[in-house]
């Protein structure tokens, strides 16, 4: 199960978004670290990213540097993988989702 929460920052001549995940388990508790995230991105940017979890089960994955110009983007979590847990897109979900407005799977991240 994922949860995933945005931030943006700024770059040199735009913006780059971010997204933090955070891998659960059936439990709602996160899964030890050393659990691989891969994703891609939609939108204002386009390609992919990965990152492996620490001990909290996070961690974040950056997008290019966006211009301006473009005003949001999306990443949408494709895989997860784990030496002891198997991933279930089916179960994501997103237990803060009101302010993220995230399903667990994919979340737009708005321009500053």
């Given amino acids: 199960m994922g949860d995933l929460d945005r931030s943006t920052t700024t770059a040199p001549g735009g913006w ?3 997204v933090t995940v955070t891998i659960h388990d059936g439990a709602d508790s996160p899964v030890v670290q050393n659990a691989t995230v891969s994703g891609t991105w939609s939108g ?3 390609g992919g990213g990965s990152c492996v979890t620490n001990s ?3 961690c974040t994955i950056t997008s290019a ?10 990443f949408t979590v494709t895989a ?5 847990y198997s ?6 979900h997103d237990p803060d989702a009101a302010p993220q407005n995230s399903n667990g799977t994919s979340i737009t ?3 500053p």
């Fill in 109 to 111: 991240v708005n321009k």
């Fill in 16 to 18: 780059k978004a971010k």
């Fill in 44 to 46: 204002g940017t386009s």
């Fill in 56 to 58: 909290s089960g996070q």
């Fill in 65 to 74: 540097t966006m211009n301006n110009k473009k005003t949001s983007a999306t």
């Fill in 80 to 84: 997860v993988s784990h030496a002891t």
């Fill in 87 to 92: 991933y279930d897109n089916v179960a994501n």
